[in-house]
């Protein structure tokens, strides 16, 4: 069942109690979740390499930032829609900082705030955390001569409460746009990670050293995908399916070093990165 989109104060209380927007791992609840906020057509729910559950974004950049942070080595959870709790500090934040409190449009009920993603990574036997905050550059960046448009402001005013937040508790945030996020990686590495939501996991990481030793056998600059995945098929007796499941691993794992930031098209060749 979807959220109330106009909820009271005790519909939060009721939420928060529950979990909402609380928890870890695989037992982390998103504050909201799809179903609770009206799509453009671009929000989706996916399952997580490193979570083991269904995950919520908004967008298709929230999605690209998501599937580049799951394929950092160091990344244990990923925890998007994160709620700012308890609400009375970011209240109080926004109070000190001389900033109106966001309320939910249609109500006199103050907005539990959120954060994109909060990455958890271990370094060196060491758990540390950093916050990351997806908007449009069009949705915070002032366009078209409008140095007063009160929507970007508002926007702005809320990425500073939020800000706020985390340096209380020492934690490093940063805000990504697609100005400097890599999307044509974001978007070459998405498409891995649909095959290997759907390969035999297993009997890839078994024949993955096989794959590469065939692979660097049969590459060239000038080979199209097609022909290299068709070459490695036969040599590993697979489908043209399952070899593309291979390549998909091995490009995910860094096992092979493919430039992701060129377009990868079955019927061009591939291209590496130079070292």
Known sequence: MAKNRRPTIADQ???????DGQGEGEKYRPWLKVRDVPSEGESREVQGLITGRVQHFFSRLEYFVFVLEERRENVV???????????????????????????????KT???????????????NEIKFQAI????????????????????????????????????????????????????????????RKSLLNSNS??????????????????????????????????????????????AAAAWLSV???DLNKPIRHNAPLALKTI
Do not use: C
Not at 13 to 19: A, D, L
Not at 217 to 230: A, G, P
């Open 13 to 19: 209380v009721r939420w928060i109690e529950k979990g």
């Open 77 to 107: 959870d990923i925890r998007e829609q994160y709620a700012l709790l308890p609400l009375e500090e970011t209240i109080t934040i926004a109070g000190e900082l001389g900033i109106r409190y966001p309320i939910i449009p249609g109500t």
């Open 110 to 124: 103050p907005a539990v705030m959120t954060t994109d993603l909060v990455l958890s990574f271990k370094i060196n």
């Open 202 to 247: 297993e009997q890839v990481a078994d024949d993955l050293l096989s794959f590469k030793h065939f692979f660097n056998q049969i590459w060239t600059e000038y080979i199209s995908l097609n022909n290299l995945l068709r070459g490695i098929s036969e040599k590993m007796k697979l489908s043209k399916r399952d070899a593309f499941d291979f390549f």
């Open 133 to 192: 905050s997806v908007k449009p550059s069009s949705k915070i960046i002032e366009s078209n001569g409008n140095k007063d448009d009160p929507k970007i402001t508002r926007r702005l005013h809320k990425l500073v409460i939020e800000k706020t937040y985390w340096a209380k508790r020492g934690i490093n945030y940063k805000l990504l746009t697609e100005k400097n996020t890599p999307i044509m990686e974001a978007a070459n590495v998405a498409r891995f």
């Open 256 to 258: 092979i070093n493919i």
